[in-house]
């Protein structure tokens, strides 16, 4: 761990992308199709970050913890998947910092990959359109392997397809769930504080690292 990293692997949502206005749209409008009232972004926000599928799950019962029935979920998740497929990226932004924060990984000659809880069928045009998808040699999604986040399989697996061991491998995320798969997979792991992490502070979780900016990477690495 306390070798230069080699690898870095980033989250999407919460990480590079603030995805929340996009998510939220949909599951409002997903509410409403169903007859029920919406939440808006401030309750939707601390729901994101395990998958689309636990995301209208959550958004169903109201809270983080739970299972709707199978008969609310099997209506409600064909809605929102229609609605998030056309609009994937139209309100999702990158934060500040994250177009020079990439640009100096890249130049610095990181391997760059993805690992998203994402499902790929989203992420890939997310990364396209808002003009990242180059930047990474591998993207692994929610939906790549049979688990996610926080299981260290992803990161595992980019790794691998790298060819980087733990000690020269990082993680850059915004979750517990980061910060659990990258500790699990013996990772380096550096936070964003802006991102989401179901309502709670990162810190919480002691990541090596805390930042506000992916800028800040230049004195880190
Ligand atoms: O919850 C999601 O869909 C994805 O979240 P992540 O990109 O932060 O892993
Ligand atoms: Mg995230």
């Given amino acids: 761990m306390s070798e230069k990293p080699r690898m870095i692997l980033i989250d999407v949502d919460g990480t590079l992308v603030d995805s929340v206005p996009d998510l939220a749209w949909c599951v409002d409008e997903m509410m409403k199709a169903l007859g029920r009232e919406p939440w808006g972004e401030t309750r939707v926000r601390d729901w994101v970050g395990n998958g689309v599928e636990r995301l209208v799950r959550r958004a169903l019962i109201g809270q983080l913890d739970g299972e709707p029935s199978d008969e609310e979920f099997d209506k409600a998740y064909p809605v929102f998947l229609e609605l998030y497929a056309e609009n994937t990226s139209k309100r999702s932004t990158l934060y500040p910092g994250v177009p020079e924060g990439l640009d100096y990984l890249r130049d610095q000659g ?7 809880n994402k499902a790929e069928q989203f992420t890939l045009p997310l990364l396209r359109d808002l003009g990242i998808e ?53 990772f380096r792991i550096i936070c964003m504080s802006y991102g989401y992490n179901h309502g709670e502070d990162i810190r919480i979780y002691e ?7 992916m800028v800040e990477l230049r004195d880190l690495l």
């Fill in 134 to 186: 180059d930047y990474f040699g591998i993207v692994v999604a929610g939906d790549t392997l049979p688990v996610k986040k926080p299981d260290p399989t992803p990161l595992l697996y980019a790794a691998e397809f790298f060819g980087a061991g733990p000690e020269h491998s990082l993680m850059i995320g915004d979750s517990k769930s980061d910060v659990k798969a990258a500790r699990a997979a013996g």
């Fill in 110 to 116: 990181y391997s760059l990959g993805c690992v998203t």
């Fill in 207 to 213: 990541p090596d690292q805390v930042i506000d900016s």
